[in-house]
């Protein structure tokens, strides 16, 4: 089988894209003082509306979720509006765009809001905050189940915030040793309570946050990105693989629009999953429409979808570098090779 990239894809009877050809999520630490999105923000999204979609920057879903300067929120009123004119742009130019609802966990930093860290135990993390590494981690609060239940509701609200900012959807970010992805690993998660131990107590959190967001706007609008395999701010346990075996299980009957492997090299094997990449492992766990991600080409991912080890392609930097990255694979250009220093401003 020969697979054109290019061609629509038909995420769900509600949602159909112009190609297979997603733009990841990018931290850009572009907001305002106010986690506002910015003119530059609406001017630099529009212009990667030729992506089949737009997955936003991981976006704070409330005051605490925040371990970065200049992450934008969706809590406020103001913040939006401001996704409104994003949204607006990428609209106006044919696109979709899903937000990426996120709280950070044990690497947030009370410097942004004050008062506690929240995280599944009082396990914290080595090092500084990014972009300000004259602060230091702090020891997290272990969440009460009261805790628990705000997040939760948060979560929600925060999709329908993001449907009021007119995105197409949200993907839930459940990756990369944030909050989410911290409840699904031994290391970080040493609870005793119906949050911890075991693989169906490990994997709660993460489906009451998946059942309150589909119940606020809809599986169809509903993503979730995870990482078994990316130990970022975490210790490898060979005992996790149990519980994304029981949470992929799980998620098969909610119907997803898509699950999202986070990854930042998926030609790495991991010997906690078998000795299988990401890609391989979740392909073979989960059913439902599987969008890959990791350093991938245009080329290597058309050959890794025509193997069905995904359904969708997630390309990061180089939609930094190219923002016209589907024209020019599509008419055979060139494109501008990514560097470090792009980072220090919006193209």
Known sequence: MTTDLLSPFKLNDSIELKNRVLMAPLTRCMSDDNLVPTQAMVDYYARRADAGLIISEATIIRPDAQG????????????????????????????KMFAQLWHVGRVAHPHFFGGDVLAPSAIGVEGTVPRMRELTYVTPKAATIEDIQGLITDYAKAAENAIEAGFDGVEIHGANGYLIDQFLHFAANQREDQYGQTPENMSRFALEVVDAVIAAIGADKTALRLSPGAYFNMDEDNRDKAVFDYLLAALESRHLAYLHGGIFDDSMRFASLEDKTTSEYLRSAYKGTLVGVGSYTFESAKESIENDQFDLIAIGRPFIANPDYISKVKNGEALTPYSDEMLAELI
Do not use: C, M, R
């Open 68 to 95: 970065y300067p200049n992450t934008p929120g969706l809590f406020t009123s103001e913040q939006i509006q401001g996704w409104k004119k994003v949204t607006d742009a990428v609209h106006a130019k044919g696109g």
